[in-house]
């Protein structure tokens, strides 16, 4: 590789974040996680830091637990590891669902759960579950330690309010009760190792016949992966009729604001919105109103 | 940009190599070691010629760079075939089904195909397709690869 860098190595997430604490200039120093993303983006001299902290194989980043009514990974956790764990089926189907069609098996083998999130990129498709399942982020530096919704983090097109001292040292979110669906779906061009289209996210609570909580969380439509807070109010308190499921995927559609790219124009992504969202949310509702009568 | 001794596990066999931070594991297997069966492809993570395991798990080395192989097991397809050179069961299947075609992507794939088949022996047809999603062919010879790993995999089963 030509691009120069030094990297360092650290031994824990102390020193990370000691030599984090040193950095002046955000675009000197970049963490390194797994790599997919930021490797490619060396090569390609789309960043050049002078110095790479190899964060990916710290324990302190690794394990996923459960407890106390929440999930929580830390950021060096791999979509594979993901894909492994033996209670899996309670961290959200929308991001088994994500994790499931993530690029392909060598890439979630090293891919991890904070460098998805803080590429930043709009199509990052751990993201949208992610906000549909009401994540937190955790973020460190030397100084202490903040949390904040993830639905916070984003500010724009790969900005976000990480500080360039700062590491994404843990994501959590609560555990989905009973009486919870959640559900993802990727558009793409094909299968395998192909950049999402449009991905969606939803995420719905119903208790006695009314929909108690809804998350919808679109990926690749918009300069950040974001929520659509005025669908979500239209569904929450109401028993989800069809009318009322068509109307809030017409409002995900008009929030939705999407590019002309390689992969598709912005009129069918916008169109693509409509029926995904619809879609899933019809699923995600029939799969709880199974549920209250078996 | 200080060079870096690194210790790892090449195909069985300890090695200790000097590398600068930004070499590329796939360089040094390649242009260090002279393992040329792992394939310099894409270089940018989509099409899978470079597969190699680590640590048995199948990952792509134009991706890692070559500091992070420190302490782990890396093995490459020069390191599947056992004692005395026998093939693993999966090459044989290659071979007798004709799945090579330019050959480019064959290592990667056999690669693929070997984690598949440690991971889910007897694996399904639809398995096999979106285990290897990740591993191009542009002879678009995928059909008997795709039958390879299901024969070795059938074959294994039937062996033990």
Known sequence: ?294 | MNDRRVRFTLNGEPREVSVKPNDLLLNVIRDDEKLTGTKYGCGIGECGACTVHIDGRPVLACLELAVAAEGREIVTIEGLAGNGGALDPLQEAFLDNGAVQCGFCTPGMIMMGRALLDETPEPSEAEVRDYLRGTLCRCTGYASIVQSVIDAGAKEAAAD
């Not at chain 1, 959200?92 to 994500?98: F, S, Y």
């Not at chain 1, 955790?138 to 790969?158: H, I, M, N, V, W």
């Not at chain 1, 900005?159 to 360039?164: E, M, Q, T």
């Not at chain 1, 061009?189 to 208790?207: F, M, N, P, W």
């Open chain 1, 1 to 294: 590789m030509y691009a120069e860098f030094d990297l360092l190595t650290p031994a824990a997430v102390g020193g990370a974040l000691d030599e984090l604490a040193k950095v002046e200039n955000e675009e000197d120093c970049m963490p390194l996680g797994g790599g997919t993303n930021l490797v490619v983006d060396l090569r390609a001299r789309a960043v050049a830091p002078k110095v790479l902290i190899s964060v990916g194989r710290l324990s302190g980043l690794r394990g996923i637990e459960l407890g106390e009514g929440r999930v929580s990974m830390g950021g060096a956790v791999t979509v594979s590891e993901i894909l492994r764990h033996p209670e899996r089926s309670r961290f959200g189907p929308a991001l088994i669902g994500a994790a499931q069609v993530f690029a392909g098996q060598m890439v979630r083998n090293t891919a991890t759960i904070a460098g998805n999130i803080c590429c930043g990129s709009p199509a990052a498709d751990l993201v949208p579950p992610l906000l549909a399942l009401d994540a937190v982020v955790r973020l460190e530096c030397s100084a202490g330690s903040r949390e904040l919704p993830l639905a916070d983090y984003f500010t724009g097109y790969k900005s976000s309010v990480r500080k360039p001292n700062e590491l994404l040292t843990r994501v959590w979110w609560p555990e989905p009760p009973a009486g919870s669906a959640s559900l993802f779906y990727k558009l793409a061009r094909r299968k395998g190792d192909a950049i999402t289209v449009v991905g969606v996210a939803v995420s719905l609570a119903r208790e006695n016949g009314i929909c108690t909580r809804a998350r919808i969380a679109l990926g690749a439509v918009a300069p950040v992966v974001e929520r659509v807070r005025p669908a979500e109010a239209m569904l929450e308190g109401n028993a989800l009729e069809p009318d009322l499921i068509e109307a809030a995927a017409r409002a995900a559609a008009q929030q939705s604001s999407p590019i002309d790219d390689v992969r598709a124009s912005g009129k069918y992504r916008r169109q693509q919105v409509f029926v995904l969202v619809r879609r899933l949310l019809s699923r995600a509702w029939r799969s709880l109103s199974e549920g209250d009568h078996p």
